[in-house]
């Protein structure tokens, strides 16, 4: 069964703590990427990466921080630093090809207690 | 900077109707343009891809336009059934060597039966 898979799909986080989420595929795509989604917004894009052990800063990177070690994964971590982490996280794929359509996977809601 | 915008922010129709969504975009200079659909609390389906040298695609009940030069696209879907309520968002690939899609905010359709 290929896709995208998110977890966990909601998420706590206390203040001062790091969170980490968790994005996988198999579809075999060579580029991932992280977007985050406010209410009545559009997709912000966190970080992206085209290649393993390779990855580049987005419009809105601070406070996150992410890996890039196997094909499959790309998880994302948000650190203390990220003082509004309040959203709806969404990790996509696409083959790597400029302009490339993007898969997205079914997200994770992260709220702060 | 890339701008997308869409209009109307929300949108209310009878069911059988034909209607139209609008995006319009800041720069000319784009790769492709792209439709999304969005469900409650859901991640993003790809519905149409227009490249900045096509006019139009067509996918079933859907049909997306392009003006590049005067930066907009429509997409028009015609008889609109219950299960076509969702938000509907435009992206944009903007010029040579960029892997980053800008989002509009989207347009929340209701289909009422």
């Known amino acids: 069964d290929g896709g995208i898979t998110q977890s966990p799909k909601y998420l706590f986080r206390k203040e001062g703590q790091n969170v980490t989420l968790s994005c996988e595929q198999n579809?075999?795509?060579?580029?991932m990427y992280w977007y985050r989604q406010d209410p009545g917004q559009g997709l912000r894009l966190i970080y992206y990466?085209?290649?393993?052990?390779?990855?580049q800063k987005g419009d809105i990177a601070e406070g996150y921080s992410v890996s890039r070690e196997k094909k499959e994964s790309f998880p994302l971590t948000v650190t203390s630093a990220q003082k509004n982490p309040t959203a709806f996280y969404l990790c996509?794929?696409?083959?790597?090809?400029?302009?490339?359509?993007?898969?997205f996977g079914p997200g994770t809601r992260l709220l702060v207690l | 900077k890339q701008e997308v915008t869409q209009i109307p922010a929300a949108l209310s129709v009878p069911e059988g109707e034909n209607l139209v969504l609008n995006c319009s975009f800041t720069?000319?200079?784009?790769?492709?343009l792209q439709w999304f659909r969005q469900d409650p609390g859901k991640g993003l389906t790809s519905l149409l891809l227009i490249q900045s040298s096509q006019r139009e695609q067509t996918s079933g009940r859907l049909n997306a336009s392009l003006d590049k030069s005067s930066g907009r696209s429509t997409l028009y879907i015609a008889a609109s059934q219950p299960g076509d309520s969702a938000t509907y968002l435009c992206?944009?690939?903007?010029?040579?060597?960029?892997?980053?899609?800008?989002f509009g905010k989207g347009t929340k359709l209701s289909v009422i039966p």
């Open positions: 720069d000319s200079a784009i790769y492709n």
């Open positions: 992206a944009v690939y903007s010029g040579a060597g960029s892997y980053q899609l800008t």
């Open positions: 996509a794929t696409s083959s790597g090809g400029l302009g490339e359509t993007q898969y």
């Open positions: 579809l075999n795509h060579d580029a």
């Open positions: 990466s085209q290649i393993v052990n390779d990855f």
